[in-house]
C-alpha cells in the first residue's frame, strides 16, 4: 500500500523562527549597545560637548518648573495668611459723567456702619493709615502706622507674639498705646523686648503693648505687616493724621475688612456691599458711577496664580529652546562622527552588518547621550533649585512630572535628532566607505 506523505504544516515552523528571531534581535540591541558605549567612552571630551547643550535645556527647564511652582505657593501661602474669606473696600475714581474726578473718593465711618448688619457678613474692621516717623532714643524709622480697631487682627489672622493686643477700651477711649510689627520691632528695639517700653510717632508719645508674630504677608497699602505699626483707629484719624471728611461729619477711612462667614457666600457678600454702598453714595446700580473698589481675596489670588503660571510657561519654552539647541548639537556632533566612522561602518557592513543594524546603533548612541545629558540636567536642576531656596528668595517646588517631562523630551530629542546622521550611516555603501580616507 502506498503511504500518503502529509506535507507539514508552515504554522508551527513560524513558532519556531519566532524566539530565534527575537534572541537574536536582542543579541543585535546588546551589541550595538556596547558599541556606542566603547564610541562614547572613546571620545569623552566629544561627548561631553555633546551633552553639554541637553544639560544646560533639562537643567534650566527643570530650575523653572520648580521655581514657577515654588512662586505659585509662596503666592497661595502669603494671599490665605492675610485671612480667610476676606473682602476688601477701598477708594476708587468716581466717573460721573462731566463731573467726572481725576481724586480718589473718600470712604468714611458712615459705610463701615451700614455695612455692619449685612447678612452674611462676620465682622468688619476700618482702617485708617499715613506715615509717621518712629523714633527709640537714637534709633528711628519711617513707616506706615494703621489706625485699626481690634476686630482688624481677627480679620488679618494676626497673632501675639509678646504683650497684647490693644482692646475696645483702648480705641473708646483713644488711648495713646501702640502694636508693632515684627521687623520694625527688631529695627527700633533690637534684641530687648519692646513692651512696656515708651516710643515717639511723630510728636507724641505711645506706650508699646504688643508685638505682632512675624507675618511676611502684605496686609495694607503701606506693605508688609512686619514693618507696620498699629494704633487705635480714633487716634490715627483724630490726633496723628487728621481724617478728613467728604461732605458730612463722618470721618474719612482708608479701607474697610470684610470677614464673610462662609467661603460660599463671598460671592454674594460681595455683591450686597457693592450695592449697598452704591446706595449709601447715591451711585448708579449698573456699576458705572462706582467711586470704590471690592476686592476679592479669592478672585486676587486666582489672577496672581494665573499671571505666575503664564510666566512659568514662557520661562520653560525659552528653557525648551535651550534644549532645542541642545538637540541640534547632537545632530551636528554624530555627523562628525559618521564621517570619521565611515570605514568602519564599511568594515561592518562587509562582514554581514546589515543597515537596521547600522541604524540600530546610531540611534542608541544618539539615546545613551540625551539619556546621560538628561539625568545630569535634572540633577544640576535640582541642584539650582536647592540655591534659590537656601537664598530665601522662595522655596521651589521640584514635581516629579517636571523630572519626567524633561527626561522624556530630551530622550525624544536625542531620537528625532539622531535619526538623519544614523540613516546617513545605514545607506553607506561598503565599498565606497572601505575606500574613505
Wanted: charged content about 15%; proline content about 3%.
Amino acid at each position: 500500500m502506498e503511504q500518503t506523505h502529509v506535507k507539514p504544516s508552515e504554522k508551527p515552523m513560524a513558532k519556531v523562527q519566532m524566539p530565534r528571531i527575537r534572541r537574536r534581535f536582542s543579541r543585535g540591541v546588546v551589541e550595538s549597545i556596547r558599541i556606542a558605549i566603547d564610541s562614547l567612552r572613546s571620545n569623552t571630551l566629544r561627548t561631553v560637548l555633546t551633552m553639554l547643550g541637553i544639560i544646560i535645556g533639562v537643567a534650566s527647564v527643570v530650575a523653572m518648573l520648580s521655581i514657577g511652582a515654588g512662586a505659585t505657593v509662596s503666592i497661595t501661602e502669603r494671599i490665605s495668611s492675610i485671612g480667610s474669606n476676606l473682602l476688601t473696600i477701598s477708594p476708587g475714581q468716581t466717573s460721573r459723567g462731566a463731573q467726572a474726578s481725576t481724586e480718589s473718593q473718600a470712604l468714611t465711618m458712615a459705610d463701615a456702619e451700614v455695612l455692619t448688619d449685612l447678612p452674611g457678613i462676620t465682622l468688619i474692621a476700618p482702617t485708617f493709615q499715613g506715615s509717621a516717623q518712629l523714633i527709640v532714643e537714637a534709633n528711628n524709622r519711617q513707616a506706615t502706622v494703621v489706625g485699626v480697631t481690634p476686630d482688624f487682627f481677627t480679620v488679618r489672622n494676626l497673632t501675639i507674639a509678646q504683650g497684647a493686643l490693644m482692646d475696645e477700651a483702648d480705641t473708646t477711649e483713644l488711648s495713646a498705646v501702640i502694636v508693632l510689627g515684627n521687623t520694625i520691632a527688631q529695627e527700633l528695639f533690637g534684641e530687648q523686648s519692646p513692651v512696656g517700653s515708651t516710643i515717639r510717632v511723630d510728636n507724641q508719645i505711645f506706650q508699646v503693648v504688643g508685638v505682632l508674630e512675624e507675618s511676611g504677608s502684605g496686609a495694607t497699602a503701606g506693605g508688609s505687616v512686619d514693618s507696620q505699626a498699629f494704633v487705635p483707629l480714633g487716634v490715627a484719624q483724630l490726633k496723628l493724621f487728621g481724617a478728613r471728611t467728604t461732605g458730612s461729619d463722618s470721618l474719612s477711612i482708608s479701607n474697610i475688612n470684610v470677614q464673610v462667614t462662609e467661603a460660599d457666600q463671598v460671592d454674594m457678600v460681595e455683591a450686597l456691599v457693592a450695592a449697598t454702598l452704591r446706595e449709601q453714595h447715591d451711585l448708579s446700580q449698573d456699576g458705572s458711577e462706582d467711586n470704590f473698589n471690592v476686592f476679592n481675596q479669592a478672585d486676587v489670588l486666582e489672577t496672581l496664580n494665573e499671571t505666575t503660571s503664564i510666566l512659568t510657561a514662557f520661562l520653560g519654552a525659552i528653557a525648551g529652546i535651550s534644549l532645542l539647541v541642545g538637540g541640534i548639537g547632537v545632530m551636528n556632533i554624530m555627523l562628525v562622527s559618521v564621517t570619521e566612522r565611515t570605514r568602519e561602518i564599511g568594515l561592518r557592513k562587509a562582514v554581514g552588518a546589515r543597515r537596521s543594524d547600522i541604524l540600530q546603533q546610531f540611534l542608541i548612541e544618539a539615546s545613551l547621550v540625551s539619556a546621560l545629558g538628561g539625568i545630569i540636567g535634572v540633577l544640576l536642576g535640582v541642584g539650582i533649585s536647592v540655591l534659590v531656596s537656601l537664598s530665601g528668595l522662595l522655596t521651589p517646588v521640584i514635581t516629579l512630572w517636571s523630572i519626567v517631562l524633561s527626561l522624556s523630551v530630551s530622550m525624544a530629542i536625542g531620537l528625532f535628532f539622531g535619526i538623519y546622521p544614523a540613516r546617513r550611516a545605514a545607506q553607506l555603501r561598503p565599498i565606497e566607505a572601505l575606500r574613505h580616507e
